[in-house]
């Protein structure tokens, strides 16, 4: 994708999008309703075009002709209700390339794999949201693809079957397939992804692999609770910390930049005995509210914060 | 791609003629109502009068009159009644079947077909004529006719007030006066009919002596013999002039395409609001175009169409051979039939995938879909006009100007009087360009309507869609 640019009426849906996924990752799509997820994804299918930019899709110029090597979960999907299960997914088959005679025994084989055997020969509307959904999964890699592309493919699932899904998810993956999917639910992204795309109001605001993430929203923040209370201001006084604040059941302790967690957590232990002492991880969930946060409070600095968050990206993203 | 489009139609198909609502909407029940019309009819007909007994008060102040009814009501008149309705039924049989009856005429004649008619009217009525004075009260005669009056074989049916004047005109009068009747109430019209018969066939028949003239002649005098119109066609051939056939010919044409039309075109409404409204189709768009959709739909629809148009169309060439009526209907005639269902459908159809890809619902396709359905309904109105005169400037211009031209076309086609090939070429090539256009439209409307959800649009709206696209 490059300069990609896409409006309806007055609201800009993606604004000046650059991403690239290479061959064999495991992409995910993160970003809260309505920040532009589903309408990249769709451009990506090419389903809708874009008002501006170019984008090429398993080397071509757009999806159009590469669809049977795609496999995509919309997230409005559906199924024909009255069709029987297995009609519904040779259907699907044709329409994605895939004939022939083996094509009943492929149906028949992932309908066993995803505890469905015995639908084949039930109508859709026969079968539970849930059921309907993993017909679907179904439905977007029965023809094999080389790129998989999933929009928010774990809604609405029970925990059981969201495993069920992640496990098949993974799968494709090991089996060297390119996956994207989409969630507004960061700690799924947390446990799939090895790299992730963060989009809000339409602009991507992060692209990096989870350890860069990890790398550069460092935990600045150590938690301890002092054994003795007064312990603190001792620490407060410590080169490198920035402020104490008390917080739930201890301190808070805010790093001055360019120091290290590691050093100061060695000196507050030489300072004063404590019952407790951590440095706080910050989960993809902060790390997102904090970007967005600040782009929403402190608009000036907001060129800055996305020239920053560019700059690591582009660092570690792949050609 | 071709299979892809192909997998569509047969979808779009399959799902809709295979299912048991389609052959029941389409085949079951017209086949129902077909053989229970004249089921329905014969039934009426043959339901017989019941039986009716009882007298006929007659207040006869023109003193001529009530030896002639007395006669007529008795039972061999009224038994003459009926054979001379018998006659006069058959009579009009013939004359509507016009070169038929020729054929037909040994059936008709057939003493069979009397006594069936005869047999219509149920058992004889058996009716005693009362003589009345001419100052009879007349209030207490009505008062017997109540029907709470008793169900005897006594009790009055009839009374009728024959005018002083019935048989003799008054000085100076033009017309001759008349008679009142009034009859109990709830009897069977058949009944009704024979005793109005039998009165005016006795003022007739008085009248007639007082005028010394024969009844016989005055028959021969006032019947003239037209049994049937030639027209002379510019090949000079003699031909039965428009006889129910050939009226009903353009008529039949023109609703087979109409309702073929409108059957896969209502089928291709519904289908693109259903997967719109489930959601499957932006699993349809991530392996087909919304082109290649589109295609595959009208394609598999237009299946239906044909499917129809062919049961339908076959009944109406079967009817026609079995009524020795072939020679009205060429194989060109309906191969052009099935040239203008193609290009009918094609606009027809455009239309319905536009509007059902533009709205959420089968309730906000209406108003969309009225002004597309006034112009397949306005055939209607211009079928008589066209088939009366198929080759009127009217005619012309209606079978020129899309989207009515292929109706008006085909009625012309079957009209007993065909358009010059020319006529029917630039026809078909208009419509096919418009056609081409409404294709061109549906198509952009599609693309941008299959994934808009929320307000539905106007006309307006998908003008501006077709631009953004």
Redesign the interface.
């Known amino acids: 994708m490059d300069g990609i640019t896409k409006t309806f009426g007055e609201k800009v849906a993606v604004r000046n999008m650059n991403l690239a996924v290479p061959e064999g990752a495991l992409y995910g799509f993160i970003g809260p309703n309505g920040a532009g997820k589903t309408t990249t994804i769709?451009m990506i299918?090419?389903?809708?075009f874009p008002d501006a930019g170019r984008l090429s899709v398993l080397g071509k110029a757009s999806a159009?002709e590469s669809?049977?090597r795609?496999g995509?979960l919309?997230e409005?999907?559906?199924?024909?209700?009255?069709?029987k299960v297995g009609a519904f997914l040779k259907?699907?088959g044709?329409?994605?390339?895939a004939?022939g005679p083996e094509l009943d025994g492929k149906v028949k084989g992932w309908l066993e794999r995803v505890d469905l055997g015995d639908c084949y020969k039930k109508r859709c509307d026969e079968l539970s949201k849930g059921m309907q959904q993993k017909v679907?999964f179904i439905?977007?890699v029965l023809h094999e693809p080389d790129l998989l592309i999933f929009d928010e493919p774990f809604s609405g699932l029970d925990p059981v079957n969201m495993r069920l899904l992640r496990d098949l998810f993974l799968e494709q993956h090991r089996a060297g397939r390119t996956v994207i999917f989409s969630t507004h639910v960061m700690h799924q992204a947390e446990q799939l992804c090895d790299h992730l795309v963060m989009i809000n109001k339409g602009d991507k605001v992060l692209d990096a692999s989870i350890d860069e993430i990890r790398d550069q929203y460092d935990p600045r923040t150590i938690l301890f609770s002092p054994v003795d209370p007064a312990g603190a201001n001792a620490v407060a006084s410590l080169p490198g910390v920035e402020a104490v604040e008390p917080s739930e059941g201890g301190f808070e302790v805010s790093l001055l930049n360019g120091t290290q967690p590691a050093e100061l957590m060695q000196q507050i232990l030489q300072q004063t005995p404590v019952s407790k002492i951590e440095l706080r991880r910050p989960t993809l969930e902060d790390v997102f509210i904090d970007i967005v946060t600040r782009d929403a409070a402190h608009e000036a600095d907001e060129a800055s914060l996305r020239a920053a968050l560019r700059a690591g990206a582009a660092e570690g993203a792949p050609a | 791609m071709i299979t892809k489009v192909a997998a569509i139609a047969w979808r779009e198909f399959s799902s809709t003629v295979l299912t048991k609502a389609f052959l029941i909407g389409a085949f079951l029940i017209p086949m129902l109502a077909a053989l229970a019309i004249p089921l329905i009819v014969k039934f009426t007909n043959e339901a017989k009068a019941p039986e009716l007994t009882g007298r006929v008060a007659i207040v006869d102040r023109s003193g001529a009159v009530l030896p002639g009814v007395e006669r007529r009501l008795s039972k061999e008149g009224i038994a003459t009644i009926i054979a001379e309705t018998s006659s006069m039924v058959q009579q009009q049989l013939a004359a509507q079947l016009g070169e038929e009856a020729e054929k037909w005429r040994e059936q008709l004649d057939n003493p069979m077909v009397a006594a069936a008619i005869a047999q219509g009217f149920g058992p004889t009525p058996v009716l005693t004529v009362e003589g009345q004075p001419d100052d009879a009260d007349i209030d207490a005669l009505r008062e017997r006719l109540k029907p709470m009056a008793g169900e005897s074989t006594d009790a009055l049916v009839g009374l009728a007030v024959i005018a002083p004047d019935a048989v003799q005109r008054a000085p100076d009068a033009e017309a001759f006066g008349g008679y009142e009747l009034f009859i109990r109430a709830k009897t069977d019209d058949r009944h009704i009919d024979l005793i109005r018969r039998g009165l005016r066939d006795a003022v007739l028949e008085a009248r007639y002596a007082v005028a010394g003239v024969d009844a016989r002649e005055v028959e021969a005098l006032t019947s003239v013999a037209a049994p049937r119109t030639k027209e002379i066609t510019d090949k000079g051939d003699a031909r039965e002039a428009t006889t129910a056939f050939n009226m009903m010919l353009p008529f039949v044409f023109m609703i087979l395409l109409i309702m073929s039309v409108m059957v896969g075109g209502q089928y291709l409404l519904t289908t693109t609001i259903e997967e719109k409204s489930s959601r499957v189709v932006e699993v349809l768009l991530s392996a087909v175009s919304p082109m290649q959709l589109m295609t595959g739909k009208i394609l598999g629809q237009m299946g239906v169409g044909v499917v129809m148009l062919a049961v339908y169309a076959g009944v109406g060439v079967a009817t026609l051979v079995a009524f020795a009526k072939a020679d009205l209907i060429s194989p060109e005639k309906l191969i052009y039939l099935g040239v203008y269902f193609v290009l009918a459908y094609f606009i027809f159809a455009s239309f319905m995938a536009a509007i059902g890809s533009a709205v959420n619902e089968l309730r906000e396709a209406q108003s969309l879909q009225t002004p597309v359905m006034l112009t397949v309904m306005l055939p209607y109105f211009f079928w008589l006009p066209i088939t009366r005169d198929p080759n009127s400037t009217l005619s012309f211009v209606l079978s020129m100007v899309p989207p009515m031209s292929p109706f008006a076309m085909v009625v012309r086609i079957a009209s007993t009087e065909p358009p010059p090939f020319w006529q029917i070429a630039l026809s078909m090539a208009i419509t096919a360009a418009f056609a081409l256009g409404c294709i061109w439209f549906a198509a952009k409307v599609f693309r941008v309507g299959l994934l808009m959800f929320g307000k539905p649009p106007n006309f307006k709206t998908l003008v501006r869609w077709v631009r953004m696209a």
Do not use: F, H, T
């Not at chain 1, 409005?76 to 069709?83: A, H, T």
């Open positions: 769709r299918m090419s389903i809708l159009v669809k049977d795609i995509y919309p409005e999907r559906g199924v024909y209700k009255k069709m259907l699907m044709k329409l994605k390339g004939s679907q439905a977007a």
